[in-house]
């Protein structure tokens, strides 16, 4: 079991950079893959980021280059570092959790057994 809340959210201009957290309840964090995932209205939730241990890291293509995933195992932290933000970056971003190590890209949602309530990102243009 493992709980998880995000934060960083908020409203910036487009260009513009945010640091999202996820925070888990669990000092095991470390052992979970990790993975952040956004859906803006009328849309599917579709897969942004994801970290296996600590290096080993896969990005959907509309935000290569731009966003960065890492993870602070002493803090049971996994941020999402958003730079050069784009109006179609708006959206609710949630952090996923599993404990099973699996292989290929893990970029679907039942790849995940914990989900985390999400926060707001909102890029203007």
């Known amino acids: 079991q493992v709980q998880l809340v995000e934060s960083g959210g908020g409203l910036v201009q487009a260009g513009g950079s945010l640091r999202l957290s996820c925070a888990a309840s669990?000092?095991?964090?470390?052992?979970?893959?990790i993975a952040w995932f956004r859906q803006a209205p009328g849309k599917e939730r579709e897969f942004v980021a994801r970290?296996?241990?600590?290096?080993?890291?896969y990005y959907a293509d509309s935000v290569k280059g731009r966003f960065t995933i890492s993870r602070d195992n002493a803090k049971n932290t996994v941020y999402l570092q958003m730079n050069s933000l784009k109006p179609e970056d708006t959206a609710v971003y949630y952090c996923?959790?599993?404990?099973?190590?699996?292989?290929?890209?893990?970029?679907?949602?039942?790849?995940?057994?914990?989900w985390g309530q999400g926060t707001q990102v909102t890029v203007s243009s």
């Open positions: 970290i296996r241990w600590s290096i080993d890291t």
């Open positions: 996923a959790a599993t404990q099973f190590l699996r292989t290929g890209t893990m970029r679907t949602r039942d790849d995940y057994d914990y």
């Open positions: 669990q000092r095991t964090f470390g052992t979970y893959s």
